[in-house]
């Protein structure tokens, strides 16, 4: 087989970069670990910043997004007891976050896809690169137990961060900068409408807890737990009272009801440098990893691709390998922007294991200065919806 870029991994980077690519009229071909179904129910993110909702728009793969995307102009941060609103789209000169599920973006772009003839290999075993210090680098794999060899221009690899395609850099050139937190995030998905209109990010003595949402009748939920935590130990009985003691403020109260989907996930900042190698492209979570606190990480990888797309276009068109030569820096940049504010997100809002008396008033002042202080309130904003676009 013979394409232009070979894309590995249909997540949300190698979908996104495929579709681009094929607006600018360049082929290619995706090649994907999981089954379509696994792709498409796989319950991750769900908070796209104002710049991903404009360009899922002006590529043609909003429809749903615009009747389904729940619009949120503020988020509530509680601590003390007392939730304190933080207007983002007052402070931002209108942008927004729109609340829409990660696989639906998945669905979306895989449907667009399909759709206008694009090929992607879904259960594609033993995916392995090679050549990429070539002109001629390949991919190969094996679906249906026939391998198969991609052979093209350019390899994205687009595979998360267990993917295949970082490990192809050689350790001579790439630096690996690293935080482990100690903590993850136990995640569920549950039918029961959602109690809060808004987003709520609460700091508890007891740990930090998130009250998000789907849609009217899907309530999306997180707690801060030890990443070691067996969630087996985790009864939906406690769960939900853990999270009624620490989303608790005012009169307000939590809706139960039943469990639809529940994980735990460790919490890490990870950044591989650069994102290039030869003919190999990294984007996405392949190439760096953000705490989920700051809902960032989808949104990074979109930006990726984003500006990955415009520069292999640029190359076929013109020859050229300079926006080739900046993509790495260029991502970069933003890269780590975005580990900042994650980073930031989750030392202000979590419990951390050994934090003495000290670090925890240095904590609630900084909370306390967000919500009382415009231009902090607009740092954390900004950031939030999302800086603009390269
Ligand atoms: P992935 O989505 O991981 O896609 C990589 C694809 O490559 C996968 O389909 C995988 O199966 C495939 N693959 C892996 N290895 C191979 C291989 N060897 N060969 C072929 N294919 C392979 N981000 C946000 O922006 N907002 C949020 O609100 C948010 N919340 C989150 C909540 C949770 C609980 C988690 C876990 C993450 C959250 N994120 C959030 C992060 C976001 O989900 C990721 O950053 C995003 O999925 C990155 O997209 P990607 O395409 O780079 O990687
Ligand atoms: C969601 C996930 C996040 O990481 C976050 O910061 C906010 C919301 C969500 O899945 O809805």
């Not at 994907?32 to 590529?59: C, K, P, W």
């Not at 996930?265 to 190439?287: I, K």
């Not at 900084?366 to 009382?372: A, C, D, M, R, S």
Request: charge should be negative; proline fraction near 4%.
């Amino acid at each position: 087989m013979r394409t232009q870029v070979a894309i590995v991994g249909a997540g949300p980077a190698g979908l996104m970069l495929s579709h681009l690519l094929h607006r600018s009229g360049i082929d290619s071909v995706v090649v994907e670990r999981r089954s379509r179904e696994y792709v498409e129910q796989r319950v991750r993110a769900g908070v796209l910043e104002q710049g991903t909702v404009d360009l899922l728009r002006e590529v043609g793969v909003s429809d749903r997004l615009d009747r389904e995307g729940l619009v949120h102009r503020g988020i509530e941060l509680l601590f003390d007891g007392v939730a304190h609103r933080v207007p983002m789209s007052d402070l931002t000169g209108g942008r927004a976050i729109t609340i829409y599920g990660q696989q639906h973006v998945v669905r979306d772009l895989t449907v667009a896809r399909l759709a206008t003839g694009g090929r992607v290999h879904f259960d594609a075993d033993d995916v392995t690169v090679s050549g990429v210090d070539t002109a001629t680098p390949r991919v190969t794999f094996t679906v249906d137990g026939r391998r198969e060899e991609l052979v093209c221009d350019i390899v994205a690899g687009c595979d998360g961060f267990h993917g295949v395609c970082r490990d192809v850099l050689p350790r001579s050139v790439r630096q690996l900068l690293e935080r482990e937190y100690p903590f993850g995030w136990l995640g569920i998905l549950a039918a029961v409408p959602p109690s809060a209109d808004e987003l709520i990010y609460a700091h508890h003595d007891r740990g930090f807890a998130l009250a998000s949402l789907r849609s009217p009748t899907i309530s999306r939920l997180y707690l801060q737990v030890d990443p070691r935590e067996d969630l087996a130990d985790w009864s939906d009985r406690r769960i939900w009272d853990e999270l009624g003691i620490r989303l608790a403020h005012g009169g307000w109260s939590l809706g139960d009801g039943p469990i639809l989907e529940k994980s735990i996930t460790p919490m890490r900042s990870f950044v591989c440098e650069p994102m290039r190698y030869g003919r190999l492209f990294l984007a996405g979570d392949a190439a760096h990893i953000v705490p989920p606190t700051g809902a960032k990480g989808l949104n990074l990888a979109v930006h990726d691709v984003y500006v990955l797309a415009e520069a292999v276009a640029d190359w076929y068109r013109t020859g050229s390998e300079t926006s080739l030569d900046g993509y790495s820096a260029t991502c970069l940049r933003r890269v780590w922007r975005v580990q900042h504010f994650s980073w930031w997100m989750t030392s202000m809002l979590h419990r951390f294991p050994g934090h003495d008396a000290f670090e925890q008033r240095l904590q609630r002042s900084q909370l306390e200065y967000v919500v009382g202080s415009p231009a902090a309130a607009t740092t954390l904003a900004e950031n939030y919806v999302g800086l603009p676009w390269t």
